[in-house]
């Protein structure tokens, strides 16, 4: 319909968009529903997360001992590689594999575009963490709160591209444009995880070698600093669980709630339209 | 002790501003779908196929 249209003159029929109920299947009009079970899954997964975080933190802060040479610093060991692996591995490199199902022809879907956002945005937040977690504990053992190492700067530079990520995500498109160019924009994104990985390596850096999954994965660090490091991994994973599953949720409700509320104020325009026409005819 | 305190801290605000939102977030839409269903539930309904 041309946008000089006046209301004195009705649209002709076929300018008039067809009822929601004509052009689109019934059961896509009602709300997303979920399942019981579904809501049970995220509140187990929520509360273990808690109750695991809760023993993480009284585990580092009082049960484990301080180290021989850093002392009270290497508690902040049990949290700072935990958000690290969260952001960079499982939150970015599931955002990287959701976006290729994406594009890969036979499995494009929807499912794997909101589940490629949700995890960026819950990653995002990771990342922060590991850059303000990371400040804090270089302060006092290299003595400045940020250096332009190359982990650190890599690092930085992911949490930009991913922010642009999110920042595309906003500009007004059509639900499959805008997850194609999500979706090459969060794989051009994603090289920049293993060359934050492997920067230590690279690189001569400040930043220590891998703990944990080094070239040998043989952990350096043992007894029962090494289990509180190993369950600070697992709280934090399942934080990040909990956190998708509701973000995916609220990914679901907004691209229901953006079609609905078409739907009403198309019925609306039909409904003026017809009422034009009686007036007309009258 | 104070760097890890502060490390401890801001982490874990984050994380739990951040999951108290996202609560806030998808209990607010899901009363949105609530209204628009009970809006389309109430709306006067159009014509027909048949009647255009």
Known sequence: MSSNQTVSTPPAPSDIPPAPSDTRPAQSLRPPAQSARARWTTRIIGITALVATGFTVWLGLWVTPPDV???????LVYIHPGVAWVALYLAFGLAAVSS????????????????AAASVEVGVVFNVCTLISGSIWGKPTWGVWWAWDARLTSTAVLLVLFLGYLALRRVPAEPEVRAKRSAFVALFAAVDI??????????????????V?????????HGSMAWTLLLGFVALTLVF??????????????????TGELDVALRE???EGAAIDEDEAA | MGYVQAGYTIVLSILFLYGAALVWRRRRLTRAVERVVAAEASAPVGPSGDDR
Request: aromatic share 14%.
């Open chain 1, 69 to 75: 040479t850093q002392g009270n610093l290497v508690r």
């Open chain 1, 100 to 115: 290729l199902l994406y594009l890969w022809p036979r499995t494009r879907s929807l499912f794997w575009d909101r589940l």
């Open chain 1, 194 to 211: 293993p060359i934050v990985h492997f920067s230590v390596l690279w690189w001569k850096t400040l930043h220590q070698g891998a703990t």
């Open chain 1, 213 to 221: 999954l080094n070239a040998n994965l043989s952990p350096t660090i």
């Open chain 1, 241 to 258: 669980v909990w956190m998708l599953l509701v973000r995916y949720r609220i990914g679901v409700l907004e691209d229901w709630l953006g």
């Open chain 1, 269 to 271: 325009r039909q409904a």
